[in-house]
């Protein structure tokens, strides 16, 4: 009985909605037809400009001529959903783990990997990625330039934004790791972060981070295990109100905490407004692998938390996914959230971790959706092999997934559903 695997094919019905060398969409257009809402309601949805135009009951808008230019694509039999986002790649390691030795920093071997991986992530959804990059040591700043170049390639098909880690920032070895993290800000990194946990003093880690991101204004974003109950403490002391925003993870050290220090914790974190972002397919080579992120203790708590992928095929997982959607496959089968709540963590709480627009299929909103085949979110979280994904209002990858059976009585009898392009010997 074979069971192919997802391919990916060109988009299509899009190479009139192409952007232009600026990365911003054609204006002409996109008309989805007969897309399925998670509230049940069946629909028409017009994309233009990058933006949703109009949402109307399936057949509302496919009636009449579309604009010049404009494309339509046929939705029927799948689930349309705001985009998911990815806050936790490596794309500086990821697709490594199959290359004997120690991994290479070229930086053509770096954006070729990042690319790769965006491509990957994205042909399961992801249209917006946050890349965790290694400065200082033995890469300097030549990973995150490979990272950035790659970014640039890719405009148009995925918003790819860098956060720069460096190894130390305290002490007389940690000198140039702060000034490393300074020039990467002023290079083209829009977040800083790092590993605090490997800093001889992470306390004064944050406190440099932190440092570096008031003066530029940018995002933090740091590995922590989290397993230091006066650390964490301190930490959300330190982050609160800062903007545009901390986000720390993946946290699993909380979940080895008597419970009412986490709770204790957890309500800091939450009235700081800092992010837990999980890594339900198993963590990264940044943070400690042992336990699980207490994800329904925080959310009980108010905290946001995001879910990512983080490693993707290199030596800390080398059989990572990069998938939102098994993300929130795994936050609903193995956590206990339920499905919505699942989909939340890795789309509407990412994208807020990450500083993006909102997203629903409502007219105004941006033009960021996922459809994927199915009737409904828990059955999507659970078979969701065939997907189409838009990205400023034009469709940017397609995967789609053929089961065949060969004949059996059983099927005959019973009238299952059948799915194929002929007979199967």
């Known amino acids: 009985m074979p069971d192919s695997q997802p391919q990916p094919h060109p988009p299509s019905n899009s190479s009139s909605n192409s952007p232009g060398p600026s990365g911003q969409p054609d204006p002409a257009g996109l008309?989805?037809?007969?897309?399925?809402?998670?509230?049940?309601?069946?629909?028409?949805?017009?994309?233009?400009?990058?933006?949703?135009?109009?949402?109307?009951?399936?057949?509302?808008?496919?009636?009449?001529?579309?604009?010049?230019?404009?494309?339509?694509?046929?939705?029927?039999?799948?689930?349309?959903?705001?985009?998911?986002?990815?806050?936790?790649?490596?794309?500086?390691?990821?697709?490594?783990?199959?290359?004997?030795?120690?991994?290479?920093?070229?930086?053509?071997?770096?954006?070729?990997?990042?690319?790769?991986?965006?491509l990957l992530q994205l042909g399961h959804g992801a249209t917006a990625v946050r890349a965790h990059v290694r400065v200082g040591d033995?890469?300097?700043?030549?990973?995150?330039?490979?990272?950035?170049?790659?970014?640039?390639?890719?405009?148009?098909?995925?918003?790819?934004?860098?956060?720069?880690?460096?190894?130390?920032?305290?002490?007389?070895?940690?000198?140039?790791?702060?000034?490393?993290?300074?020039?990467?800000?002023k290079m083209g990194a829009s977040v800083v972060g790092g590993c605090p946990d490997l800093d001889p003093d992470p306390t004064g880690y944050v406190e440099a981070v932190l440092e570096v991101a008031s003066e530029h204004g940018c995002p933090v974003d740091l590995h922590t295990d989290a397993a230091d109950p006066a650390r964490?403490?301190?930490?959300?002391?330190?982050?609160?109100?800062?903007?545009?925003?901390?986000?720390?993870?993946?946290?699993?050290?909380?979940?080895?905490?008597?419970?009412?220090?986490a709770a204790r914790l957890a309500d800091q974190l939450a009235a700081a407004g800092v992010t837990v972002v999980c890594l339900p397919q198993g963590g990264c080579g940044g943070a400690d692998r042992r336990g699980t992120t207490p994800v329904r203790l925080l959310r009980a708590a108010g905290v946001r938390v995001a879910a990512g992928s983080g490693a993707l095929r290199d030596v800390a997982?080398?059989?990572?996914?990069?998938?939102?959607?098994?993300?929130?496959?795994?936050l609903a089968s193995a956590h206990g959230l339920r499905p919505q709540d699942a989909y939340d963590a890795v789309s509407a709480s990412a994208r807020a971790a990450l500083g993006l627009p909102e997203v629903r299929v409502e007219a105004g909103f941006p033009a960021e959706l996922l459809a994927v085949r199915?009737?409904?979110?828990?059955?999507?979280?659970?078979?969701?092999?065939?997907r189409l994904v838009v990205h400023r209002g034009r469709v940017v990858a397609r995967t789609s997934a053929v089961r065949e059976y060969c004949n059996s009585a059983a099927a005959a009898e019973l009238g299952l559903p059948r799915q194929g392009r002929g007979e199967v010997s």
Not at 37 to 65: C, F, K, M, N, Q
Not at 246 to 253: E, N
């Open 232 to 261: 964490l403490s301190r930490l959300a002391a330190m982050a609160g109100g800062l903007r545009p925003g901390v986000a720390i993870g993946p946290c699993a050290g909380l979940g080895r905490l008597p419970a009412e220090s």
């Open 138 to 185: 033995v890469q300097g700043l030549g990973a995150l330039g490979a990272v950035l170049q790659a970014r640039r390639s890719l405009r148009g098909l995925t918003e790819l934004t860098t956060v720069a880690m460096p190894r130390l920032l305290t002490g007389a070895a940690g000198a140039e790791g702060l000034a490393m993290l300074r020039d990467a800000v």
């Open 317 to 330: 997982n080398p059989v990572g996914r990069g998938d939102p959607l098994e993300a929130a496959y795994l």
């Open 374 to 386: 199915g009737d409904h979110l828990a059955g999507a979280l659970s078979l969701a092999y065939s």
């Open 31 to 118: 008309l989805l037809c007969g897309a399925r809402l998670t509230d049940g309601r069946t629909v028409d949805v017009r994309l233009g400009g990058g933006r949703i135009e109009a949402v109307g009951t399936a057949g509302s808008l496919a009636r009449g001529p579309l604009r010049a230019g404009a494309a339509r694509v046929d939705l029927s039999g799948y689930l349309l959903l705001p985009a998911p986002a990815e806050p936790h790649a490596h794309g500086d390691t990821a697709l490594s783990a199959e290359h004997p030795g120690p991994v290479s920093y070229a930086p053509e071997d770096v954006q070729r990997r990042t690319t790769e991986a965006a």
